[in-house]
């Protein structure tokens, strides 16, 4: 097997990430919805990743591809890695972008929430145990395919 990493430079001839952003995002997005159709099945018990540690990485990596994509879709000069994986950074630094965006920066309960999710990415297994309540699950989720919803109606794809 063979991986390698694509550097694309801010101001790279190839243009602009958002599709990129869009797609990725709507993969883990897939992922997360077969995974939770598996759990419901009684067959499939103890065949299918806890959702302890798996689900609140992959929402965080929705909501951060998707994030990611309304920026760049509308911001020329985006820079992608300019914070990392703190989605919530961009959404506020980016409130103006979406009214998803400027509801989430005024309610400081969802920003909270965010962060934590945030910490998923560092999660080391193993030494690291992470609760998400139903409740802020289906809020994530909410917002994941609000997001999604969004971007495709600004951009027609699916």
Not at 24 to 39: A, E, H, I, S
């Amino acid at each position: 097997m063979t991986t390698r990493f694509t550097k694309i430079g801010l101001n790279d001839p190839v243009g602009r990430r958002w599709p990129i952003f869009f797609h990725t995002g709507t993969d883990w997005l897939m992922t997360w919805q077969v995974l939770t159709d598996l759990r419901s099945d009684d067959k499939n018990a103890g065949m299918v990743p806890s959702p302890f540690y798996v689900d609140s990485y992959i929402i965080h990596f929705c909501m951060e591809l998707f994030t990611k994509a309304l920026i760049d879709h509308s911001t020329p000069k985006f820079n992608p890695r300019e914070f990392s994986h703190r989605t919530l950074d961009y959404i506020q630094k980016y409130w103006e972008v979406s009214p998803i965006f400027a509801r989430i920066t005024n309610d400081a309960e969802l920003c909270a929430l965010i962060r934590e999710y945030e910490k998923t990415v560092d999660t080391r297994f193993g030494e690291t145990y992470v609760v998400s309540e139903k409740s802020d699950v289906d809020k994530m989720m909410s917002l994941v395919y609000e997001m999604r919803a969004e971007m495709c109606s600004k951009t027609g794809l699916r």
